[in-house]
């Protein structure tokens, strides 16, 4: 099942074993439950891991990972591989789970079956999470759902009883360096850096091989090393260029769903049809989303550095192809200046996840570190 799945899901899953070899028995034995609840910390894989089931599941020969519809799951643009994130700070609206509830309704597009993958399950509010309860006891036989969770301990009891429950352990930095290395073939201190930036070993594997995510990560760091000599002009500008290279890597996505509602065209109905438009504009949204929380992790993994060597660590330093920054940030800048710096960095996460303009976002979050990192 998972021994030929495309690289980046394969290195993710090779840090999990277990878990690996759980989910493989299940496809293979034809037993795979309904419903799936992965419960681990942050970093540990449980979505990557999320989208290999997806594979093994839909692909006929139980996740090749070079068929149509493993490419398809792989690329995020399968019609029947449903994700869903919270749309709001305080968690999910009910009208995203009631969106939900209606597609379980619809027969597949392309595969045999459906799969359903709830990021952060913890911020299924009472009534969204009750709305999903019923389909959770009672799915069509055709539906597999997909949570994904931090703890058991923080959902509502009803929705863990009817899931089978899949723990992750947490990756240490030097495992998941490893695994991006055997995935990508290079040297371990830019796996570092990308495991800082993307967080996983799977989407650290994918941020090296795309050079749009990558410039955007070098923007960003200029933008952040001319801080300490920019006007307010020089940051404004800056804002708006770094908003199009986060957006770059969307192009290819665009094209993709497009593709695939010119295909479907023919055969779906109007009311089918408006829902994966629907679905594709979250999509880009959720894409969105990730490549601005990328920049700020670029920005805050920087000013860690900058920390370090003001400390007198500098072997912790992970920017190492752009220590000449950190060294210039540290000339110019105390241990309460970086603290600062990175506190601003926190602030404009916690912006993005309340869905607060993303380049009004950035501006501030840039005018905040200049103004820490230099002490005004």
Known sequence: ????????????????????????????????????????????GKLDAAWALAQALLCEQGGCGACDSCIR??????????????????????AQIRDLLEDVA???????????????????????????LKTLEEPPENTTFILLGTSTDVMLPTIVSRCQCVPFRMLSTDESTDAVARAT????????????????????????KSAERQEARRQMLRAVDALPRADEADILLAAK???????????????????????????????????LEERNKRELSARERSGIMEALASVRTLLRDVLMLLEGAPDG????????????????????????????????????????????????????IRKALVCL
Do not use: W
């Open 241 to 275: 260029d770094l908003m199009v290279a986060i957006h770059a890597p969307l192009a290819d996505v665009k094209s993709t769903q497009q593709a695939v509602l010119e295909q479907n065209a023919d055969y779906l109905s109007r009311g089918a049809l408006k829902q």
């Open 73 to 94: 799951v792989a690329r995020k643009t399968h019609p029947d591989v449903h994700l869903y994130e919270p749309e709001s700070a305080t968690g999910y609206l009910i």
């Open 185 to 208: 073939g290079l040297p371990e201190p830019r796996c570092r850096m990308a495991v800082a930036v993307a967080g996983s070993p799977a989407r650290a594997a994918a941020f090296l």
């Open 1 to 44: 099942m998972f021994a030929s799945a495309n690289n980046s899901l394969l290195a993710q899953l090779d840090t999990q074993p277990r878990v690996r070899d759980f989910l493989e028995r299940a496809v293979r034995t034809d037993r795979a439950s309904h419903a799936y609840l992965f419960v681990g910390a942050p970093g540990s």
């Open 106 to 132: 619809l027969a597949p597009i392309r595969a045999p079956r459906k799969v359903y993958i709830v990021d952060r399950a913890e911020q299924l509010r009472a009534n969204s999470a009750n709305a999903l």
């Open 317 to 368: 330093v992970v920017n190492d192809d752009v220590r000449d920054i950190v060294e210039r940030l540290a000339a110019s800048t105390t241990t309460a200046g970086a603290i600062a710096a990175l506190e601003a960095v926190g602030r404009a996460e916690k912006r993005i996840a309340r869905n607060i303009t993303p380049q009004l976002t950035v501006e501030v979050m840039l005018f905040d």
